[in-house]
């Protein structure tokens, strides 16, 4: 019993700071919209239609939509953003491993390519 | 020295000076947040070896040529239409979930039950979507260790389809096993997430939570619900967009 009430307490204590209203939610939900149909407008329109190349230029420009995307999700949708800063910091900060380990993977990945190619393959003219 | 005694016998209320939860948040909550970083160091750890893998190769399969059908509709000549309706329907009950949550703060029963069963429709549909995709692609000829292959023709012709540059039988198999095993691990996550839903919903119309006071449950596995879209996120960036 004195757990639950315990729980109840911690609960509400949450719930009194600023927290999703509904027109909130909505808002978050069409800046997510927002973003994924700006990136099927630029693999649909300007990469099929020509006219843009894929490459890297494209590629950054996905990835920085993806990253505001999974900012909207975490931040809002997670109520991450409300909680107080050493929480925050608490499940944030070890993704700076991530961060390290996309860098050592990708140029291993590049040494690779550049050493171990022995597989055949066919110039495409279709 | 007086002066000395008095501020140590002072009661410290900061937020780290003990007596309370500095992170103001329910243990079990925390406790999802860290189940929640760690699965997404799982995911992470595949997406990262998806990305050597394609830096380590010569070339790699378009996902452009091969995601081009949307089933019942047209077997080819759409990219990226399916999957478009996919990400819409995995956002869509993210939303749901969220209105599942808000409902739990003002202790709303009956609008808690709406939104977590447009949640849990949302969820089967998506894993209905994918099922669809894995189908398509398993009669093309992918699977794990398997991709398409005619006899007495060379893979050359057969793979040509799926290739915009140069064509390698090597790439195309490192892109099936890595496509299959990581939308499969959130596939699995999906359907844990919907079972998750399914035993909130049954507890809520139980009135469990009405009892309790509270609908802390709802947040813990909307957060889960939460992480099952923010992957989608990115496994839809790097494996049908980059």
């Known amino acids: 019993m004195a757990s639950q009430q315990h729980d109840h307490a911690v609960g509400h204590e949450e719930g009194h700071h600023e927290g999703m209203t509904k027109g909130k939610i909505w808002r978050v939900f069409f800046y997510l919209l927002a973003l994924t149909a700006l990136e099927f407008f630029i693999a649909l329109v300007l990469v099929h239609g020509g006219v843009i190349q894929k490459g890297l230029g494209v590629n950054i420009t996905y990835i920085i939509l993806t990253l505001l995307k999974a900012y909207y999700i975490v931040a809002y949708f997670m109520h991450l953003k409300f909680e107080t800063f050493g929480f925050i910091i608490t499940v944030s900060i070890v993704f700076l491993f991530i961060i390290y380990f996309i860098a050592l993977m990708l140029t291993e990945g590049t040494y690779m390519k550049g050493h171990f190619n022995p597989f055949p393959f066919w110039p495409n003219n279709s | ?242």
């Open chain 2, 1 to 242: 020295m007086s002066t000395t005694v008095s501020q140590l016998d002072e009661v410290k209320t900061g937020r780290w000076n003990g007596g309370r939860s500095p992170f103001n948040v329910e243990y079990g909550k925390i406790m999802m947040w860290f189940f929640l970083v760690s699965d997404a160091f799982t995911f992470s750890a595949f997406l990262i070896y998806y990305g050597t893998q394609r830096f380590a190769h010569l070339t790699w399969p378009d996902p452009d040529k091969v995601f081009q059908s949307i089933p019942f509709v047209a077997d080819h000549g759409y990219p990226l239409v399916f999957v478009g309706i996919m990400t819409f329907i995995l956002i869509m009950s993210s939303v749901t979930m969220v209105l599942a949550v808000e409902a739990g703060h003002r202790n709303a029963k009956k609008e808690v039950v709406g939104w977590m069963i447009a949640t849990i429709i949302g969820g089967l549909m998506f894993v209905g979507c994918q099922a669809l995709e894995w189908t398509h692609l398993h009669h093309q000829g992918f699977w794990w260790g398997s991709i398409p292959q005619q006899e007495g023709v060379s893979p050359e012709v057969t793979l040509a389809p799926y290739f915009s540059r140069e064509i390698s039988e090597v790439s195309a198999l490192q892109f099936a096993n890595l496509f299959f095993t990581i939308t499969g691990f959130h596939g699995f996550h999906v359907s844990v997430g919907i079972l998750l839903n399914i035993i909130i919903l049954g507890m809520t119309l139980a009135n469990t939570f009405e009892r309790r006071g509270t609908y802390l449950m709802v947040e813990k596995v909307g957060l889960y619900w939460h992480f099952v879209d923010l992957v989608w996120v990115f496994v839809f960036t790097f494996f049908y967009l980059v």
